[in-house]
Structure formats: C-alpha cells, structure tokens
C-alpha cells in the first residue's frame, strides 16, 4: 500500500510569490490534515479535509488556504509569501470513521524557503 | 485552555539507559493520546497510542506508555536506550470534541550518547 505522498520535496520563492503543495493521501483515506512545522513554533495545525469539506482550521491567517479533491487528494496554498512560512509543511491522512483510531499518516513533507 | 505539554526539550541519555519522555495534557475529559516520532528529513511515524482500556500501551520499537489519569500524563519509556533511537518525539492529543484534530507537543530531541 503506497504511503502519503507529498510533492514537491523542496522548493525555494521568493517573497510575495505563491506556492502550491499537493498531498496524496493514503488509498481509502478520507481525511487529510496538513501541518507547518518550524523550529520555534513547533508543529502547528493548519486546516483538516474530509471529502472536500473543511472541517477543522488552525489559526493561520487567509493567506494559507486549502482544497481537497473528490479522489481525496489535497492541495494547500500560500500567496503571497513571508520569509516566516519557511518551513516544512506535513500532509496526514487518516481513516476517518474508526472514532477510536485517530491515528495520522504522515507524509515525508514538503520543505518551502522563502528568499 | 486545553493543552499538551512535553518536559525537556533536549534529553541525552547513554546507550542501554532508560529512556524517559514525559507528556502532561490539561483536560477535565480524558483525551485521546498519541507519541509519534520523527527521524531527521522525514515525516512523523505513530509509535502508540491510548483510546480507552489498559493504561499501559505498548509499541514499536520496543517504547511504551502509560496513561495517568489522576497525573494528567501520558509519559513514553524505554527500558534500553539504542542508537537508533535518536530522533524527535511527539506526543500527540486529540481532545474530546476536538474529532480528527490533533494537538501536538512541542517535541524532545532524543539524543543517544555511545
């Protein structure tokens, strides 16, 4: 069974550009979650899909926005970037209607420089 | 406020040492509890997790937990420290009424000295 992949693996913007990452969750998986994980803040819930509805959303500002498609696969978006989103954004799916799972899978990541 | 808090940010130990992380929650209702960890340029990995029943957990790698109720905490062991065991570690809390969303501590570097 493939993992969650995550693409790019790395890419490098500079400031006020945008970006796109993509999220492949795990096959039957309906919930994907996506995480920004930097050294000083540590990992931080963005938002949390479940078939194409946002269900969940950290506190981030509208600059980071989300979809999820009806084959579960996800995309999050930045625009216009800040040095601060240098990071490494972490996609998670999970098998959503087991309650007592919970369980995340995590993707590799994808890691953003902003210049 | 509902919160996880992890103890030490940085734990050394010596190969074959007890490996001790500690994970406290704030919550009137039990929650439910996770440890992941993360190896370097790589995603997190779920090490064990507690819903309901026995209160000590036991996973990969050889690590275990147990669940507290009366000290709020959910710390991971080890009894023999490996090499391989450095990495950084998560504990994880999914509050009630908080479905699918997932609070993570701020995490402990493992480090493990020859």
């Known amino acids: 069974k493939a993992g969650v992949t995550q693409t790019p693996r790395y890419l490098i913007k500079t400031r006020g550009q945008q970006v796109t990452l993509s999220c492949s969750p795990i096959?039957?998986?309906?919930?994907v979650s996506w995480y920004q994980q930097t050294p000083g803040q540590g990992l931080q819930f963005l938002f949390e899909?479940?078939?194409?509805?946002?269900?969940n959303k950290g506190n981030f500002p509208g600059r980071f926005s989300g979809r999820q498609f009806s084959n579960s696969r996800s995309e999050m978006n930045v625009s216009t970037l800040e040095l601060g989103d240098s990071a490494l954004y972490l996609c998670?799916?999970?098998?959503?209607?087991?309650?007592?799972?919970?369980?995340?899978?995590f993707g590799e990541g994808s890691r953003l420089t902003v210049l | 406020a509902q919160s996880v808090t992890q103890l030490g940010s940085h734990v050394s130990v010596s190969e074959g040492a007890l490996v001790l992380l500690r994970c406290n929650y704030s919550?009137?209702?039990?929650?439910?509890l996770f440890w992941y960890v993360q190896y370097p340029n790589q995603g997190l990995q779920l090490l064990l997790k507690?819903?309901?029943?026995?209160?000590l957990v036991k996973g990969i790698n050889g690590f275990e937990a147990e669940f507290k109720k009366s000290e709020t905490s959910f710390h991971l062991t080890k009894p023999s420290a490996h090499m391989s065991d450095a990495a950084e570690y998560f504990c994880?809390?999914?509050?009630?009424?908080?479905?699918?969303?997932?609070?993570f501590g701020t995490g402990t570097k493992l480090q493990v000295i020859p």
């Open positions: 998670a799916s999970s098998l959503v209607g087991q309650v007592n799972t919970g369980e995340l899978f």
């Open positions: 096959s039957g998986h309906r919930s």
């Open positions: 899909y479940f078939s194409e509805t946002q269900r």
């Open positions: 919550s009137s209702v039990p929650p439910y």
């Open positions: 507690y819903t309901t029943g026995a209160t």
């Open positions: 994880a809390v999914i509050f009630s009424g908080g479905y699918q969303k997932v609070t």
